[in-house]
């Protein structure tokens, strides 16, 4: 395999700049070392800088598969069991008519944040780093939204609108306007799988579908889930290369002569 080759492939599992400085450090002490040590170091530093994304995945799988159904969700839906009935959350909006509109709003931004991010946040976190600044944006989103599983109204509605809030305001700043296009192409490929995952099981099978919604796949998931993940490890690291990553000096200065 030759060098430029063998960069470019470093290149796409760390970042140019990375791939760049580890590829110098070899070649510089192969000189001395032989083409069979350079090899054998490449190889170790391909599987140092590859684990995040088979790591990425089981963490988006382990997201989806348990902690979605059966760990945060389950217990803030008991924490409103306990402490106030479906019937004391129609008083609310009876009482705060004006309001209604307004949870309902709350209500849809906050589905759809973790919805999505129930696969993309474990993932971006894993294959990208804690420290990443994509991953501190989906984090905070992630934290507003998830209280929606109370099914109170009295929160969903305040933390669903901070939410929105956080979305405009990250558009709106060129600091973290990019992060947010990946956050929403990741709700788009999430909206996408789902409806199109919907359509095609009630077109195969109608009676099937009105006892169980979606089939389960062969992970124990409902089939639209490994799908979107499958999606989001093919089309994350390129959309995170295009959009978060910087250029190469040297292509930025081809394109400017």
Known sequence: MPKTTAEWLLARLATPDRAAAIMGDLTEMAATRGRLWF?????????????RT???????IVSVKY????GLPRLLYAIHLYGISFNNSRLWFQHRSHLAHLAHFSWIVSLGVVFTL??????????????????????ILFLFAVPVYTFRPQIYTSTGLICALIVVAALASALWRKQ???????????ELVYYACYYASVAHSPA????NPFPLSLFGMRID????????VMIG???YRWLLQPRPTGVAHAELA
């Not at 088979?54 to 988006?60: I, M, Q, S, T, Y």
């Not at 099937?208 to 006892?211: E, S, Y």
């Open 39 to 51: 090899w054998m170091a490449y190889a170790r530093s391909l599987v140092a800088v590859a684990w």
């Open 180 to 190: 947010m296009i990946f956050l929403l192409a990741g709700y788009a490929i999430h």
């Open 208 to 211: 099937a579908f009105r006892d």
């Open 67 to 70: 902690l979605r159904r059966s």
């Open 237 to 239: 690291p390129p959309l």
């Open 54 to 60: 088979p790591a990425a995945v089981v963490a988006a």
């Open 118 to 139: 129930w696969i993309l946040l474990p993932y971006v976190a894993i294959r990208f780093g804690l420290r990443n600044p994509l991953t501190r944006l989906a984090g």
């Open 225 to 232: 889930d490994p799908v979107g993940i499958a999606i989001t």
